[in-house]
Structures are given as structure tokens and as C-alpha cells.
């Protein structure tokens, strides 16, 4: 494919991907990413046999990478989790109770 038609591509591709509600990374030329949903999507937009993508740590359930569209790329992304306060809580708020202290002491008593 000549430049062209790729940066159609890669806009359509983002476009696509933000309605979703999800964040596109262009990796390289030819590898790109959905990232943002409950999983990672490696997406080859030219390969051999048309879009071809590639959903993190599901190879051996989902059967590696497969052909499709966008779309279905989308769907292997799944749905963007939803942000809980508790997500967005300056770390001091959600800080566990641990003995600082002890823990130091422990180390130097250790070495």
C-alpha cells in the first residue's frame, strides 16, 4: 500500500477505536495497539491476509492471532473498566497500615 492510503488507514483505525472508547498506539508502521479495555490488542493492519490481530495472554484459549476487521479487533478488546473512586484516591488515602518501622529494623537486623 502506498502512504497514502495508509495514514487513511491509521485515521480510520483511530476514529474507530475512540468511539470505542478506547486509546490506539501506533507501534510502528504496520503494528498498532488497542489499549485500554480488559485486554491488549496487537493489530497488523497489512499482513498477508488482510487485518490481522492478536489479543495478550489469550493465546491458548482464543487460538492466537486471527483474521478480521476492526470491529472484531474492538470486541477482542472488550469494554473499557469502569473507574471507581477508590481507582482515582491519592495514594496516601488508600495506604495499607504497615509497621514501617519494624520492617527497617527487621532489615538491618537481618544483614
Known sequence: MNRHSD???????VDLVDQAGLTPRKCQENHWQIIGGLHRVN????????????????????????????????KAAGPSPAVSEAD????????????????????????
Open 43 to 74: 493489530v497488523w493492519p497489512f499482513a498477508k491476509g488482510g487485518l490481522k490481530f492478536y489479543v495478550d495472554r489469550a493465546v491458548r484459549l482464543e487460538g492466537g492471532a486471527r483474521h478480521g476487521t476492526v470491529e472484531d479487533a474492538i
Open 7 to 13: 495514514k487513511i488507514a491509521w485515521l480510520k483505525f
Open 88 to 111: 482515582t484516591a491519592a495514594p496516601w488515602e488508600e495506604r495499607a497500615e504497615r509497621p514501617v518501622g519494624l520492617v527497617r529494623r527487621f532489615w538491618r537486623w537481618f544483614w
